[in-house]
């Protein structure tokens, strides 16, 4: 397994739930149990890097969550990942909300000297919500059916913003993003 970090985004528990009602399907058909077995929480991963400094990054996110709102999130199409990984996800909606969200995150790191990867760069980066890992080939077309049973889309907000370590995969630290907090100190 890859070891490194990532700022994830997690999902209001209604969002949650349906992303879980997923990974739960394909685990019980024994189609992938990867996610579970690590213990991921469903996510969108808004950068990852194999080093950071975890202390660095903690100022970072906790004044960027303060400045956000929650963010609306529609899952409406479901994808897989052309890599050696067979993973398959949900995709949002490539919002402009969505995208801002990320570059700001993204300019915010780099003003504190944190290199920004290839595919986290905003003009590079897909947001994707993983449901299954390590899929056998052979049950690539059985997985998507399964998936498509979601009645699409499924809609919530983005409502935190996390660093964990991977894998197995330990939160460090998340924030609340709360504009609302934000408006009332400032």
Same mark, same amino acid.
């Given at each position: 397994?890859?070891?490194?970090?990532?700022?994830?985004?997690?999902?209001?528990?209604?969002?949650?739930?349906?992303?879980?009602?997923?990974?739960?399907?394909?685990?019980?058909?024994?189609?992938?149990?990867?996610?579970?077995?690590?213990?991921?929480?469903?996510?969108?991963?808004? &950068?990852? %890097?194999?080093?950071? $400094?975890?202390? *660095?990054? +903690?100022? =970072?996110?906790?004044?960027?969550? !303060?400045?956000?709102?929650?963010?609306?999130?529609?899952?409406?199409?479901?994808?897989?990942?052309?890599?050696?990984?067979?993973?398959?996800?949900?995709?949002?909606?490539?919002?402009?909300?969505?995208?801002? &969200?990320? %570059?700001?995150?993204? $300019?915010?790191? *780099?003003? +504190?000297? =944190?290199?920004?990867?290839?595919? !986290?760069?905003?003009?590079?980066?897909?947001?994707?919500?993983?449901?299954?890992?390590?899929?056998?080939?052979?049950?690539?077309?059985?997985?998507?059916?399964?998936?498509?049973?979601?009645?699409?889309?499924?809609?919530?907000?983005?409502?935190?913003?996390?660093?964990?370590?991977?894998?197995?995969?330990?939160?460090?630290? !998340?924030?609340?993003?709360?504009?609302?907090?934000?408006?009332?100190?400032?």
């Amino acid at each position: 397994m890859s070891q490194g970090y990532a700022i994830e985004l997690y999902f209001d528990p209604a969002l949650e739930n349906q992303v879980l009602k997923a990974w739960n399907v394909l685990a019980r058909r024994q189609i992938s149990t990867q996610l579970i077995e690590i213990e991921s929480r469903p996510h969108i991963t808004l &950068f990852s %890097s194999p080093f950071v $400094d975890p202390s *660095k990054l +903690e100022n =970072i996110l906790k004044t960027f969550a !303060s400045k956000q709102e929650p963010l609306p999130l529609s899952f409406s199409s479901i994808g897989s990942l052309p890599n050696d990984n067979n993973v398959l996800f949900l995709a949002p909606t490539p919002s402009l909300s969505l995208l801002q &969200f990320h %570059s700001q995150l993204c $300019d915010a790191m *780099k003003k +504190e000297g =944190i290199e920004i990867g290839e595919e !986290s760069r905003p003009d590079s980066w897909i947001p994707y919500c993983p449901v299954a890992e390590s899929v056998p080939k052979s049950r690539m077309a059985e997985a998507f059916t399964v998936l498509r049973d979601l009645k699409l889309p499924v809609t919530g907000y983005a409502m935190d913003i996390g660093l964990v370590e991977f894998s197995p995969v330990r939160e460090l630290f !998340s924030f609340v993003l709360d504009y609302y907090q934000f408006l009332f100190k400032s």
